[in-house]
Each structure stands twice: as structure tokens, then as C-alpha cells.
């Protein structure tokens, strides 16, 4: 990679992302698994990027919808767990340790402590580099509750925060947001 894209990787990497629940189905093959790599780029779309050796992305490209739920911080630890689903084709619905309910319009399974469901339609899939990227459209967009949202900082950036001569600096970005 030219040093000025990895720099621009980097800089991307030390902005706070958001973590949501990405839920799709297509038939009887479902899955859950978290994810970072994600942000509106138009008025009304949507774009999410999966490692391409995820066994999961097959599932997003063949369904073409999924409902992403909004992390409470509070359950990041169930955001972590299902990390392990990002290597699984599908899974079984009934090993999900928390209740959901269904997405307002494709009646995909979220889980119920969502802050927020965004149901997307995928509408186009390149692979770029590492990566596949999902271009969607947004057909609905709920709030569901108030809480804050988990986001996800990258370690080498953290890792830089928590030196002693960074903490005032971390403390004030902190503050001010």
C-alpha cells in the first residue's frame, strides 16, 4: 500500500465508529455479527464493508437486506461475542442469548435493545482490496430507544491515548464531545 494511503488508513482509524448489529436472512439462513466499517454517503444511502474472507458476507450478497441495530455501550460485551459469527455461514436463531423483535418491513430478527434499526436494501457489491463493499439504500430508519452508542477505537490509537503525554489531550477531546 502507497504510504500516503496508509496514512489515510490511519487517520481513518483513529476516528470513533460507530458498532451496530447487522441482521439478515434469506430464507431459512440467518446471522448476527457486529460492525464497524460502516456510514451514510448520500442523502438516503448507505455504505457497510466486510472483510472479504468473512463467511458471512455470501449471506448479505445473496439476500440483499439487512436491519442494523444501534449498540448500547451497555451490551458491548454481547457485540464482542458475536464477533465470532463473522466466520460462520449462518447461524442457529435459537442459540441468541437476548430477545428480539422484528425489523419494521423485511421483519428481520434485531435484537430488542437496539437504539436504533436502519433497514437496508443492497443494491450493489465490489470487492476492493480486503474487502467487499455494500452499497444500500435506506428504506427505513427507526429510533427505537435513548442510550449511548458503543463505538469502536481502533488499539494503536487507544494504545496512543493512555501514554502519559497524550491523557490531558484525550481528556479534553473526551470533555468537549
Known amino acids: 500500500m502507497p504510504a500516503r494511503e496508509l496514512h489515510s488508513l490511519f487517520v481513518f482509524y483513529?476516528?470513533?465508529r460507530p458498532v451496530v448489529l447487522v441482521s439478515v436472512a434469506d430464507g431459512d439462513l440467518v446471522n448476527i455479527f457486529p460492525m464497524d466499517l460502516i456510514g451514510s454517503i448520500a442523502p438516503g444511502y448507505f455504505s457497510l464493508a466486510l472483510h472479504s474472507t468473512s463467511a458471512a458476507a455470501?449471506?448479505?450478497?445473496?439476500?440483499?437486506?439487512?436491519?442494523?441495530?444501534?449498540?448500547?455501550?451497555?451490551?458491548a460485551s454481547i457485540a464482542y461475542e458475536l464477533g465470532k459469527n463473522h466466520k460462520r455461514p449462518c447461524i442457529d436463531w435459537a442459540q441468541i442469548a437476548f430477545t428480539t423483535n422484528p425489523s419494521p418491513l423485511f421483519g428481520?430478527?434485531?435484537?430488542?435493545?437496539?437504539?436504533?434499526?436502519?433497514?437496508?436494501?443492497?443494491?450493489?457489491?465490489?470487492?476492493?482490496?480486503?474487502?467487499?463493499?455494500?452499497?444500500?439504500r435506506?428504506?427505513?430508519?427507526?429510533?427505537?430507544?435513548?442510550?449511548?452508542?458503543?463505538?469502536?477505537?481502533?488499539?494503536?490509537?487507544?494504545?496512543?491515548?493512555?501514554?502519559?503525554?497524550?491523557?490531558?489531550?484525550?481528556?479534553?477531546?473526551?470533555?468537549?464531545?
Open 14 to 16: 483513529i476516528c470513533p
Open 108 to 136: 428481520i430478527p434485531v435484537p430488542s435493545f437496539s437504539l436504533r434499526v436502519r433497514e437496508l436494501q443492497i443494491e450493489a457489491v465490489r470487492t476492493i482490496g480486503t474487502h467487499k463493499l455494500f452499497l444500500a
Open 138 to 177: 435506506t428504506v427505513e430508519d427507526q429510533s427505537w430507544s435513548d442510550g449511548t452508542q458503543l463505538f469502536f477505537v481502533h488499539g494503536f490509537y487507544q494504545a496512543w491515548r493512555q501514554q502519559p503525554k497524550h491523557q490531558a489531550a484525550a481528556v479534553f477531546t473526551s470533555e468537549a464531545n
Open 58 to 75: 455470501p449471506l448479505m450478497e445473496r439476500s440483499r437486506k439487512v436491519a442494523l441495530g444501534s449498540v448500547p455501550v451497555e451490551q
